[in-house]
């Protein structure tokens, strides 16, 4: 994404900030809505629309877990591995999903490119456990290994990603 | 059983309380108005002292008090940060909130930021919780429209502002001065402390930050007057608390209950449908995952501050979660630990390096290659941990671990010697 | 490197406290580290660094038990209180030590014996004094893949970092750079550049001092030396006027490394060392290094003893005069000293200068107003900075305004050139001539200030006798302003104390033919400004001696050539810009038959039958001492280890740039710059390979366009003194109304275009 299209984002959010540097995660989740996840090229987009060196946006954007540096698959599912999913199966739920796409039982994206399974840590669902999370949109649970089969054939039949942070 | 619902109003009437003209008919707003109307801001001040209402977010220090201690004279404005990070295992009462009552909690930010003289409010919400930002997006733009944000609100003179920033996956943007840090556009590191973020939180500024739960009540306080709260619960847990349950019962949920009425055996049972049939409660972590875990010895604890502490543990966030006779103690503080490990920011040596030591030690006692001197391993790694760090990430990572040690002590050395099942079976059960 | 804070013991308004049941004392919001530190317990650290700003409590290594308050506390973040009460060797404590160590060393490779911090390192001397009793780790060390260059002066080993943050808060918060990062989170956390980028900048060398382990080490020195083979010698840095106290490390006779000193002076450069002054020392075995004494007629150049060139020399400076000295920038007071009295003894009527500015008329005014030494810069509210480019030439003053510019103070600049730090603040560019309106605009901002001070540029103030008028006089008018003057010359204002005057009669004469012999000492005047001019007048002079550490220039022509030590290997003073008398002290011995200057001129003057009574750098010094009311006072000792001021005004002398002139030519004005890795010796330095850099004329993208030299990729510069050519780069940034060109780079000749007085000039600019 270019610094001009990332300024069309965050100028108008500017003055709701004491410090520029505020507008830094608005900056990269706007940028990671267009492949994805961030490049070289985005950080340096981002820097330049925030007024701040590549590397310090590379440090930034390391420290949190859905900031992604590397290609992700077009839909990205994440499932919750925290205690209370735990007890209530989400290591099936992870191994079903993962064996299913083919991919090592912690996780990984598909070659086609359409999907990454990932762990995530306690989604906030917990009343609702064994739960997962499909790109940004809500989270879903209880997960049953039949819901997660549906659920796969519902997001190839519908690829395009949700991931507008807005 | 004893339930009310204060900050979940929404439960009570029929309507959707995420629309704003629905929550001016239930009665929302009124707290806002009284204040701009008959009260100065020291008043809205005193009544939060006088209500004993505790933070929500874990730490239960009391609200008023926190608010006092920003300083009156700061040539720098004053800000409201609002903590939805939620983030804390087993704790899921804050998204309820911000999906179903989205104003009350707008309401109470406004009614903080007037007694403390700001005018701006920040609401930092985790990045998992884009659902929910979206509700309080539409609420906040409502709001603004219906004059309930912005200058001159409600007619009044007072000014305010609230901005919605989303976290973007990181469990130490919640520890407040993490929050700060990544707020400000850094890596979510804590702060040292002090200074407090009283004296010098967002930008530098005087800065009251407050959980999502603790704010919501401030409208109710407010309309309703101090006395009339703090005639709930007990003398030093006032109010009503929300619990959040998961885990091994039939009916995992929130619910808010009256502090002090209720025992957890009466959660557990009553409230939540109990437990499979032929199984039984084995254990708990009451306050969120970073808390002492609780025993069958403990279930009579009733649900309160004070309780907790006597029962050897605090009540935290209320995130409950429970386990039942089927779960396995020592698995479950791997799984801890590995979620610590994940979530240290890196910043504080013990635990940084620590955390990655216990989930090493445990994940080898769980695997079937423990020794039996890695118990006493274990207690000296925490024994390094413990109270020598920046923030409570540590200490939280310390105590289920260190009290499952000691209260199960019998299930670790069973896995030393035969290793730990190597999973939970899908366990379909009451939704 | 100290990891403490200096304490004044001695300051009004003592705290007491109590330490391990002493009762001690120190002034109001010392930490205790420091506070112990300055009592003699050391409560070992690793992240705090007060250089750095404020402690960060992240090692947790510094715990110490206080009472009455719950737990451990981090002693780098606790101020000393009325009667605290401290204990830092209870059980509690030393376990708290113990742990934390142990937690360190975890995943610390334990590869000590190839280190190349291995012997210096505080990972292994806390290790060693409050370390693990044991170690319990069984697990795999974490894995980072293995140790790369983070650039050609840096190399990083990830596995030994331990995460103090040290070296990232440095270039994030005191060079402010922004390129070195910690990325990721906890225990993958790592120091990283962009993607692997190189980690550039001008101070980038401070992290390996910073560092305590071995995860940031020296490229240019690994693996050259073991700690048992070194041996480490304190003295001042010769690269710039600044005067940074730095360390010498010789290895196998010769200096191998040089470092920051590990007790900074903190009136001069704090600690910090620009990447020249700390990897500019391979020049010293540069391949052009004169390391034989060299006697040179029509027929041949022969290699010969030094007895036997000294003889020369003293033959030809023996023969009727008059005779003319001519000093470099770099040459010390002492060697100024034996110049001026070889002069007044046996060549008596030889002219001395030096190639430096001098004691430029127009800075009287200037140089009277209060002085400031550098960490006035830290407390000033307001850096007014008048011409020059600290940044590139008095390269550690660019730290201490970022310092005072974060601490809340503001920055005005003004002058012919954009530079680093202009975007700080305000910045008014304007064209050579008229600095007067840039001081005018700084006026206001001024008289708001209540400890303004003033940096000003020596050489670009020398020629604009307005505006120095106009800033003495706003000095002059403003309580509390101070001033401080950004030198030209490395030793300038110590040749200039000794009353050395510039050059303009030294070269008038030349040209005359009426010189019989020159002795250039540390000189190169056909490098320097007015090289034209120089080349010219060199050619009408009988013979030259060169007393010279490299070769090139003058070495290559002169009938006698003395090889002489560089700053790096011998004694001496520097005076530094804030007029800081300062000792070199040799880090290694000169190779080959190369002798330091003050040895040589001794001998010299032996030859001469006018041997002086002293002998060592020492008596010469305090034969100056004696002699010249500006060094009244001062000595070896007194000056010590951290320097000492200079209380007198030099003697006024004639011979400095005359400014107020217009600039000589058509064209465009010039606009001269200097690039810190620009010079003959960051050029020499092997080690500065990858840094480097050339001469270039910029023109801003109006200038270009106007005169048809957009695509241009070369560019011919005349001036009525001389011409050069150059690759041209058009910045859009750059203003207009002037051309910018390098000085300094060997081999451009931009110095043609000058004349030796450096007073403006104009340039007609072509495509070449
Ligand atoms: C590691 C860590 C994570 C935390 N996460 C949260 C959180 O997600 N939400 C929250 O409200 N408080 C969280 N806290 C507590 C906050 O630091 C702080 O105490 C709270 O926001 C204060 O608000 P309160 O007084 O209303 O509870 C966390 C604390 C720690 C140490
Ligand atoms: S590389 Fe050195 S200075 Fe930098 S964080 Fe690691 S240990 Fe500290
Ligand atoms: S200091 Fe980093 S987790 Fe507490």
Request: charged share 20%; with cysteine; aromatic share 6%.
């Amino acid at each position: 994404m270019t610094a001009d299209e990332i300024r069309g984002h965050i100028d108008p959010i500017r003055d709701q900030f004491a410090e520029g540097r505020s507008l830094i995660l608005p900056a990269l989740k706007f940028a990671q809505t267009e492949k994805g996840y961030l490049d070289g090229a985005d950080l340096e987009a981002v820097g330049e629309a925030v007024g701040l060196t590549t590397a310090y946006v590379e440090s930034v954007a390391t420290f949190y877990d859905r900031l992604y540096l590397q290609p992700t698959g077009r839909r990205v599912i994440s499932v919750c591995i925290n205690l209370s999913c735990m007890l209530r199966g989400c290591d099936e739920l992870l191994s079903h999903l993962t064996g299913r796409l083919g991919l090592p039982s912690d996780g990984g994206s598909t070659d086609d490119g359409a999907f990454t399974v990932q762990q995530a840590q306690c989604l906030g669902y917990c009343d609702r456990a064994p739960c997962l999370q499909v790109d940004v949109g809500e989270t879903q649970g209880p997960m049953s290994l039949d819901d997660a089969d549906a659920l796969i054939e519902a997001l190839r039949a519908a690829p395009t990603p949700d991931r507008l942070w807005r | 059983m004893p339930q009310r619902h204060i900050v979940y109003l929404h439960r009570e009437h029929p309507g959707d309380m995420a629309q704003l003209p629905e929550y001016v008919k239930a009665g929302g707003y009124n707290g806002l108005m009284k204040a701009l109307a008959d009260m100065e801001p020291d008043d809205v001040l005193y009544q939060l002292h006088r209500s004993g209402v505790r933070g929500r977010g874990g730490a239960g220090f009391p609200m008023g008090r926190k608010a006092s201690f920003l300083p009156k004279d700061s040539p720098r404005p004053a800000y409201v940060v609002c903590n939805a990070d939620e983030s804390e295992p087993g704790t899921f009462k804050d998204r309820e909130i911000m999906e179903f009552n989205p104003f009350q909690l707008l309401e109470g930010i406004v009614l903080a930021g007037y007694a403390i003289g700001s005018n701006h409010g920040y609401i930092y919400i985790r990045g998992e919780y884009e659902h929910q930002a979206r509700v309080l997006d539409r609420a906040i733009a409502q709001a603004y429209e219906g004059g309930y944000l912005g200058s001159g609100l409600l007619r009044s003179r007072f000014d305010f502002d609230i901005t919605l920033y989303r976290g973007a996956g990181a469990y130490i943007c919640g520890e407040e001065t993490g929050l700060l840090d990544s707020l400000e556009g850094k890596r979510g590191q804590p702060r040292l402390k002090p200074p407090f973020p009283a004296v010098a939180g967002l930008y530098a500024s005087p800065t009251l930050i407050n959980n999502v739960e603790t704010l919501t009540t401030v409208p109710v306080i407010v309309a309703k007057g101090a006395d009339w709260y703090a005639t709930l619960g007990t003398e030093k847990s006032t109010g009503t608390k929300v619990f959040s349950v998961s885990g091994h019962v039939m009916k995992p949920g929130n619910y808010e209950i009256v502090m002090g009425d209720t025992s957890l055996r009466e959660l557990l049972y009553d409230i939540c449908g109990g437990f499979r049939p032929g199984h039984d409660f084995k254990a708990c972590w009451i306050g969120g995952s970073s808390v002492p875990v609780l025993t069958a010895e403990h279930v009579d604890t009733r649900l309160d501050y004070e309780s907790c502490e006597t029962a050897g543990t605090y009540l935290g966030s209320a995130g409950c979660i429970v386990m039942d006779d089927s779960g396995c103690i020592v698995r479950s503080s791997l799984r801890l630990a590995h979620f610590y490990r994940h979530e240290s920011c890196g910043k504080c040596t013990p635990c940084r390096e620590g955390t990655m030591w216990m989930e090493k030690v445990l994940q080898r006692i769980v695997d079937g290659e423990g020794r039996m001197e890695d118990l006493e391993l274990l207690e000296s790694i925490m024994g390094r941990i413990s109270g020598r760090v920046l923030c409570a990430l540590a200490d939280g990572a310390v105590a289920p671990i260190e009290s499952a040690l000691r209260l199960f002590r019998d299930d670790f050395v069973h896995a030393v010697e035969h290793g730990s099942p190597a999973r939970e079976p899908m366990a379909p059960m009451g939704a | 490197m100290s990891d403490y804070a200096p304490v004044n013991l001695s300051a009004p308004d003592q705290i007491e406290f109590e330490l391990n049941r002493r009762r001690l004392a120190a002034p109001a919001g010392t930490m205790l580290v420091d506070a112990a530190y300055a009592h003699g317990v050391e409560v070992p650290v690793f992240c705090y660094e007060p250089r750095l700003g404020g402690p960060i409590g992240a090692c947790r290594m510094c715990l110490v038990h206080v009472e009455g308050m719950r737990g451990l506390q981090t002693a780098c973040s606790t101020q000393v209180q009325p009667d605290m009460v401290v204990r830092s060797d209870t059980d509690e404590v030393r376990d708290a030590h113990d742990g934390v160590l142990e937690l360190l060393l975890a995943n610390h490779p334990l590869d000590c014996p190839v280190c190349d911090k291995g012997g210096e390192c505080p990972l292994q001397d806390r290790t060693f004094k409050f370390g693990p009793g044991k170690t319990q780790f069984v697990e795999h060390k974490r894995h980072f893949p293995k140790p790369l260059d983070l650039s050609s002066l840096i190399a990083l080993d990830r596995e030994r970092c331990i995460t103090c943050f040290r070296c990232v808060r440095f270039s994030q918060e005191v060079a402010e750079d922004g390129h070195l990062i910690m990325r990721e989170r906890g225990g993958d956390s790592e120091i990283a550049t962009f993607t692997g980028d190189h980690y550039t900048g001008r101070f980038t060398g401070n992290v390996i001092d910073l560092c305590p382990v071995g995860a940031l080490t020296s490229v240019p020195y690994r693996f050259v030396a073991r700690p048992w083979d070194i041996k480490n010698t304190p003295s001042v840095c010769g690269h710039c006027p600044v005067g940074c106290n730095l360390e010498l490390t010789e290895h196998e006779g010769h200096v191998a490394r040089v470092t920051g000193r590990p007790n900074p002076n903190y009136s001069v450069e704090e600690g910090w060392l620009c990447d020249k002054a700390r990897f500019a020392y391979p020049e010293d075995r540069a391949p052009d290094r004169v390391r034989q004494p060299l006697i040179r007629d029509a027929a041949a150049t022969r290699e010969v003893a030094i007895e036997e060139a000294v003889e020369a020399a003293a033959l030809l400076l023996g023969r009727d005069g008059p005779h003319a000295f001519l000093l470099g920038p770099g040459a010390t007071v002492e060697e100024g000293f034996l110049a001026q009295e070889l002069a007044s003894g046996p060549c008596r009527g030889a002219l001395v200068a030096q190639l430096g500015l001098g004691d430029a008329p127009a800075l009287a005014g200037l140089r009277a107003a209060p002085a400031a030494q550098l960490d006035d810069i830290d407390r000033a509210d307001l850096v007014v900075l008048v011409g020059g480019d600290p940044a590139n030439q008095q390269p550690v003053v660019e730290l201490r305004i970022r310092k005072a510019v974060r601490g809340g103070g503001r920055l005005v600049s003004a002058g012919p050139r954009r530079h680093p730090l202009s975007g700080l603040g305000p910045s008014y560019i304007t064209p050579p001539g008229r600095l007067l309106d840039g001081v005018r605009a700084a006026g206001p901002a001024f008289r708001a200030a209540r400890r303004p001070l003033v940096l000003w540029d020596e050489a670009d103030l020398a020629h604009e006798p307005a505006a120095a008028a106009e800033l003495a006089g706003l000095l002059g008018a403003t309580r509390g302003a101070r001033q401080l003057e950004l030198g030209a010359d490395v030793n300038g204002a110590g040749l200039s104390a000794l009353g050395i005057p510039g050059a303009a009669d030294l070269v008038a004469a030349l040209e005359q033919g009426t010189i019989t012999t020159l002795l250039t000492i540390h000189a190169q005047p056909a490098e320097s400004a007015g090289a034209a001019r120089w080349a010219e007048a060199l050619g009408r002079v009988g013979a030259v001696v060169a007393l010279a550490s490299h070769g090139g220039g003058i070495a290559d022509s002169a009938a006698v050539v003395l090889p002489a030590a560089t700053h790096r290997e011998q004694e001496g003073v520097y005076v530094s810009m804030a007029k800081r008398a300062q000792r070199l002290r040799p880090g290694a011995a000169p190779p080959g038959g190369a002798a330091p200057g003050w040895e040589l001129l001794i001998a010299l003057a032996h030859r001469l039958g006018a041997a002086p009574a002293y002998r060592s750098p020492a008596a010469t010094f305090a034969a100056a001492a004696a002699a010249r009311p500006a060094l009244a006072g001062l000595s070896y000792d007194v000056i010590g280890e951290l320097g000492a001021l200079l209380h007198a005004a030099p003697p006024a002398t004639t011979n400095g740039a005359v400014g107020g002139g217009g600039a000589d030519g058509t064209g465009l004005p010039l606009v001269t710059t200097l690039r810190i890795f620009g010079d003959a010796a960051a050029h020499r330095s092997d080690a500065l390979s990858g840094v480097r850099q050339g001469a270039e004329v910029v023109l801003g993208a109006g200038e270009a366009e106007r005169r048809g030299l957009a695509g241009a990729a070369q560019v011919r510069l005349q001036s009525p003194h001389g011409a050069c050519t150059l690759p041209l780069r058009v910045d859009p940034r750059c203003p207009d109304g002037a051309v910018h060109a390098t000085l300094g780079v060997p081999g451009a000749g931009v110095e043609r275009l000058l004349a030796v007085d450096r007073s403006p000039v104009r340039v007609e600019v072509t495509a070449a």
